[in-house]
Nanobody, 124 residues
């Protein structure tokens, strides 16, 4: 069982930056692929980025590639999403998710554990 708690959301102007954190409980954090998804009002939840268990491999949605960076600290049971050059279309609730194994999935249904979400609002 893994419990996830996101933090770091807030209001930022376009072009600004935010860093989201996702703290996980449990002693086997290093066994999980960690992903970030987001859901804007009236839209479906969409994949943002994911990182493998060691942090050696990451994958990003085209919409955030080059602007967002994902990293993890297994010693701190935490994954970080650095968001730069934010745009109004990045406005959404951001969710952290975890799944076992070694494959990086971009489909939400493949993730077993979810946080409660943190809201990011980017003003123009």
């Amino acid at each position: 069982q893994v419990q996830l708690v996101e933090s770091g959301g807030g209001l930022v102007q376009a072009g600004g930056s935010l860093r989201l954190s996702c703290a996980a409980s449990g002693r086997t954090f290093g066994n999980y692929v960690m992903g970030w998804f987001r859901q804007a009002p009236g839209k479906e939840r969409e994949f943002v980025a994911a990182i493998n268990w060691s942090g050696s491999s990451t994958y990003y949605a085209d919409s955030v590639k080059g602007r967002f960076g994902l990293s993890r600290s297994n010693a701190k049971n935490t994954v970080y999403l650095q968001m730069n050059s934010l745009k109004p279309e990045d406005t959404a609730v951001y969710y952290c998710a975890a799944t076992g194994g070694v494959i990086i999935y971009t489909v939400a249904a493949r993730y077993n554990y979810w946080g409660q979400g943190t809201r990011v609002t980017v003003s123009s």
